[in-house]
């Protein structure tokens, strides 16, 4: 059903009024919701968004990959990807983030020199419109900041032209003890321009400029991304770094009212364009904070969920499942419009801010010289106090679960499939790193070239070199890609798998990890149960919610369940999914 404009002008300039409510303008209200209104090209044609809508099933899949993550001599890396996508993956998994393709000057992409062109070394915008043609395809927004090279911050430097003013400022003597932020390099960036000296608001690095939104201009500017990038074919947003968005001198500049505001008018503005266009929030913060990013469901469609790499690392270098028992039971259930985006590993390293409060200081250490040892690399923050934290560790996670806190052991395969079938069960949607896929190691060489310790997680694959890994059975990559598209093709066709189907947390000692899953309907159970140490441990079917009436069965073995009062012998690392049969078209 169509939407009339004014009624979309009046929850605009209402979202406006929330945001700029302690900013002197130059205009109005009402003429900036006219231009960004007119920016998204929003007209009585457009469509009213239904409320509370998942756009969303089992099916969906999302594998998280940089444009050239592959490269071939004879192809642009994003037509290597696409074949790669097409020759591996494109019956299992159905959606694609592409980390940013846009020309940069420094960390991997995040750093935008020009939001609008496609960095001419991975290919163009055919290429991209062509990878989203066949797969839902997801964008970063890098809407915090940009390059200090950009053209933007040129004119900034200048003076006078587009983005002289889209920069927040403030001075050395300004009260800036409470700022949050991820880094330890100094908040500001001395900078000579036309009209004096300058001290530019850098959260990330000094090359990594950061906007200032108090300037309607930068919102409208962002409009007009965000209306290109859905004309080529991009269908969900990745808000990144989105909790730094809003700055205010005095206070944390974290998560403020504003923020998310901003969040919701991009939202109201995105989902009248495109009905199907959804937004997931970059928010690497404590779980609590991370959870208001929601809103009322009016807010982001899908949060990352931060806190789940670590307590599951954790899990599994520990043996004892106990804090991620008591992180899952205390997570709310997403509500109808919203899910959570679960991943276990990324082009980032893990996270240590997500596990503030869930895992005590002690097993963080635990945690963290367990990592070191298995040649992984640790990246620091600055605290409320000044003292350097562990902000997150950064290390391939086939790496990481190489051992337990005791040290390098025999499962390293078995346990990293554990890891991900945990993950592809949860209540949510699964991203997957092609890293993960692929069974790619620790890039020691990429490491030393670069000495930023996310490289070492950042892999070029030489396509046939990783064609001819994958051909050769005495490596581990072909195991692992087949093991995981195993799972995943299991996972898809199930109802119980939905992102927002229930999940209760299951009692089964600290040993195993399990939880049940039940499908919209009720029609589907599944019962996902984990041994998650390096011993055989017991399960006693009797301890689980087996309806007598119904015939269970063992879906990733194909083993039918002979009777509930049997007990299960669970290996090392081995995953049940135990689900009732469902009669043929019952979903």
Request: some cysteine; aromatic content about 10%.
């Amino acid at each position: 059903m169509p939407m009339p404009v004014e009624s979309i002008k009046r929850k605009v300039i209402q979202q406006l009024s929330t945001i700029y409510q302690d900013v002197v303008l130059e205009q109005s209200l009402d003429d900036i919701a006219d231009a960004l209104i007119d920016k998204m090209q929003i007209s009585s044609k457009s469509n009213v968004p239904k409320p509370f809508t998942n756009h969303w099933s089992e099916a969906d899949v999302v594998l998280i990959t940089y444009g050239d993550s592959i490269v071939a001599p004879d192809k642009t890396p994003l037509q290597t990807l696409k074949k790669f996508l097409d020759s591996h993956v494109k019956n299992t998994i159905n959606s694609v983030h592409i980390l940013p393709f846009f020309p940069f000057s420094s960390d991997d992409g995040f750093a935008v020199i020009d939001y609008s062109t496609v960095n001419e070394s991975l290919g163009t915008w055919q290429d991209i419109t062509e990878v989203s043609r066949q797969y839902r395809l997801m964008s970063d927004l890098v809407i915090n900041h940009c390059s200090s090279r950009s053209f933007w911050f040129d004119n900034f430097i200048k003076g006078e032209g587009i983005g002289h003013d889209f920069f927040f400022t403030a001075t050395p003597e300004d009260d800036l003890s409470q700022v949050v932020r991820p880094r330890t390099s100094p908040l500001l960036k001395e900078t000579l321009t036309g009209q004096g000296k300058k001290f530019v608001w850098c959260t990330f690095s000094h090359d990594q400029v950061d906007f200032d939104f108090r300037n309607p201009e930068v919102l409208k500017a962002f409009i007009v991304i965000i209306r290109q990038y859905l004309d080529n074919g991009v269908k969900i947003f990745r808000f990144d770094a989105i909790a730094f968005l809003w700055k205010v001198v005095g206070s944390k500049s974290i998560n403020l009212p504003q923020t998310h505001e901003i969040v919701r008018l991009l939202r109201t503005l995105i989902e009248v364009a495109e009905p199907q266009a959804i937004i997931i929030t970059e928010t690497n913060i404590p779980n609590t904070q991370n959870l208001t990013y929601f809103g009322n469901a009016n807010e982001a469609h899908g949060i990352y969920n931060f806190s789940l790499p670590p307590l599951l690392l954790n899990t599994l270098l520990t043996g004892n499942c106990l804090y991620l028992k008591r992180w899952l039971m205390s997570m709310p259930p997403s509500q109808d419009g919203t899910m959570y985006f679960n991943f276990i590993a990324s082009h980032d390293g893990i996270g240590l801010r997500p596990a503030e409060g869930l895992l005590s200081e002690t097993e963080l250490d635990s945690l963290i010289h367990t990592i070191e040892n298995f040649g992984g690399k640790i990246s620091w923050r600055s605290s409320d106090n000044g003292e350097q934290k562990a902000y997150e560790m950064n290390i391939a996670l086939y790496d990481a679960l190489q051992g337990t806190i005791d040290g390098i052991d025999q499962w390293n395969f078995e346990r990293f499939i554990c890891a991900h079938a945990i993950m592809f069960a949860l209540e949510g949607v699964p991203g997957i790193y092609i890293h993960s896929l692929l069974g790619t190691k620790n890039d020691y060489k990429k490491l030393s070239n670069t000495h930023h310790n996310r490289s070492i997680n950042r892999h070029c694959w030489q396509e046939e070199t990783l064609a001819n890994a994958l051909a050769n059975k005495d490596l581990h990559h072909s195991k692992v890609l087949t093991s995981l598209q195993s799972l995943l093709n299991i996972r898809i066709k199930q109802p119980a798998f939905h992102p927002n189907a229930t999940q209760f947390t299951l009692h089964l000692g600290l040993q195993l990890f399990g939880f049940w899953r039940q499908s919209q309907n009720k029609k589907q159970s599944i019962f996902c149960i984990s041994n998650i140490s390096n011993k055989p441990v017991l399960l006693p079917l009797s301890e689980l919610n087996l309806i007598i009436t119904e015939s269970w069965l063992e879906i990733i073995s194909g083993i039918k369940i002979s009777s509930l009062n049997q007990d299960l012998m669970l290996s090392p690392y081995q995953t049940v999914w135990i689900s009732n049969q469902l009669p043929p078209h019952s979903a």
